[in-house]
Structures are given as structure tokens and as C-alpha cells.
């Protein structure tokens, strides 16, 4: 349906000014439509990147938690943290850990969860 109105609007790609017809117009011209659009796709593509990245990341720490013991290397990735901030927190005692020998040290997962309480960050 045509009309006769003539409605200023800004460009939803280029946020130039332009005179639509409808109230329905978003874009300047049609390169602008294109673009916008391909703009649109190429976002959609990086949001599913993004989550898949976001779930295999999501997995490993489900893992984790599901273990009883961690090595420090696991409780670092769970923390995201270094090992050093680990072996750190070991030493101070705000993380309990035991030692079954030479880079056999070995943190109960529960423990974490104290340290969680107590800084309360969980
Ligand atoms: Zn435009």
C-alpha cells in the first residue's frame, strides 16, 4: 500500500537522515539494508562461536566439579586462576591440601567451597 507520507528517519547502518515512505523503513538505501544485514549474520556467527567456546569451557569445569580431588593445576582452571596463586593460597592454609608426594599435591574439592563461603564470591 503506497501513501503519500514522508517521514524522516536515521539509517540503521549508517545513521545518516533519510526520508521514508513507511513507517517501516529502517535503512537509507538498499546497500545499507544489505550491509546491515550481512553485519546482522556475521554477529549471529560470532554469538554461536562464542557459546560453543563458552560450553566446552562450561564442560570442563563441570568435570571438575564432579572430581573429590584436584590437582592444583585443575583447581586453577577452576578458580581461573595461576598455579602459583594456588600454591600460594596452600601455603597461607586458606586452600587444604595434602601432599601424597613430589607434584602429587592434591585438593579436596569441599575445601574450595569453604574458601567460596568465606570470601564470599560463590
Ligand atoms: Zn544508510
Redesign the pocket.
Known amino acids: 500500500m503506497s501513501s503519500n507520507i514522508r517521514i524522516q528517519r536515521i ?1 540503521e ?2 545513521n ?1 537522515e ?1 526520508t521514508a515512505r513507511t513507517t517501516l523503513t529502517k ?3 538498499h546497500t ?1 539494508n544489505r550491509r546491515h544485514y550481512k553485519t546482522k549474520i556475521k554477529q549471529t556467527k560470532i554469538d554461536i562461536s562464542n557459546k560453543e567456546t563458552n560450553s566446552k569451557v562450561n564442560s570442563t569445569t563441570d568435570r571438575l566439579k564432579s572430581k573429590e580431588f584436584l590437582t592444583v593445576e585443575e583447581v586453577a582452571v577452576l578458580l581461573n586462576c595461576s598455579k602459583r596463586t594456588v600454591y600460594y593460597h596452600i601455603k597461607n592454609g586458606s586452600i587444604n591440601a595434602i601432599n601424597l608426594g613430589k607434584r602429587l599435591t592434591r585438593v579436596k574439592r569441599s575445601s574450595l567451597d569453604v574458601l567460596f563461603d568465606i570470601s564470599g564470591f560463590s
Request: aromatic letters at 34%.
Open positions: 539509517c547502518y549508517c545518516n533519510f535503512y537509507c538505501s545499507c
